[in-house]
T-cell receptor
Framework: KNQVEQSPQSLIILEGKNCTLQ??????????LRWYKQDTGRGPVSLTIMTFSENTKSNGRYTATLDADTKQSSLHITASQLSDSASYICVVSGRSSASKIIFGSGTRLSIRP | EAQVTQNPRYLITVTGKKLTVTCSQNMNHEYMSWYRQDPGLGLRQIYYSMNVEVTDKGDVPEGYKVSRKEKRNFPLILESPSPNQTSLYFCASRLAGVGTDTQYFGPGTRLTVL
């Protein structure tokens, strides 16, 4: 069964610190992996997208990595800010159908001053 | 401004009373989709549409209907809502293709069925 699992479920860090969120997936064949940021009460917003051949992608203080062999991805946030408090969702698309998308349940990140 | 809009944003209704949640996008996207988000479960796809008059079931289509008569609109219809359809609903759109294009989400509709 195609699955996307994220860890940790929730994380609290102090402002200015770095953190790394994890995503493991079993979706196969694999097409692409995205990370979304979802603020409370808002729709998800795309941060990065990586295809099979890419192993890292940056968007400002966000850096995503992908290891397609081990089916793992991480999202690293550098020098966290209060506005980084949100849920981060890993989404994996399978190649077998352009419309099949599997969402992880997200990591709830809280940045404390 | 490129965006996906949903209406209403909040809705409280009673079991069995038909309702429609509208979704509209101004980016000329072919692909549109509806999701529901429940605590601990992540987003689950209800229905999707690859283009006008082309719709298909997602992972949790039971109790929902959709239509795609125009490219920009993709309404979600609950013919007879039940309490288990209480959830946060998101509409999304993107260009068609192999799925590497960014998917844009609407602001969400919080539905409560009593």
């Amino acid at each position: 069964k195609n699955q996307v699992e994220q860890s940790p479920q929730s994380l609290i860090i102090l402002e200015g610190k770095n953190c790394t969120l994890q995503c493991n997936y079993t979706v196969s064949p694999f097409s692409n992996l995205r990370w979304y940021k979802q603020d409370t009460g808002r729709g998800p917003v795309s941060l990065t997208i990586m295809t099979f051949s890419e192993n890292t992608k940056s968007n400002g203080r966000y850096t995503a990595t992908l290891d397609a062999d081990t089916k793992q991805s991480s999202l690293h946030i550098t020098a966290s800010q209060l506005s980084d408090s949100a849920s981060y969702i890993c989404v994996v698309s399978g190649r077998s159908s352009a419309s099949k998308i599997i969402f992880g349940s997200g990591t709830r990140l809280s940045i404390r001053p | 401004e490129a965006q996906v809009t949903q209406n209403p944003r909040y809705l409280i209704t009673v079991t069995g009373k038909k309702l429609t949640v509208t979704c509209s996008q101004n980016m000329n996207h072919e692909y549109m989709s509806w999701y529901r988000q429940d605590p601990g479960l992540g987003l689950r796809q209800i229905y999707y549409s690859m283009n006008v008059e082309v719709t298909d079931k997602g992972d949790v289509p039971e109790g929902y209907k959709v239509s795609r008569k125009e490219k920009r609109n993709f309404p979600l219809i609950l013919e007879s809502p039940s309490p288990n359809q209480t959830s946060l609903y998101f509409c999304a759109s993107r260009l068609a293709g192999v799925g590497t294009d960014t998917q844009y989400f609407g602001p969400g509709t919080r539905l409560t069925v009593l």
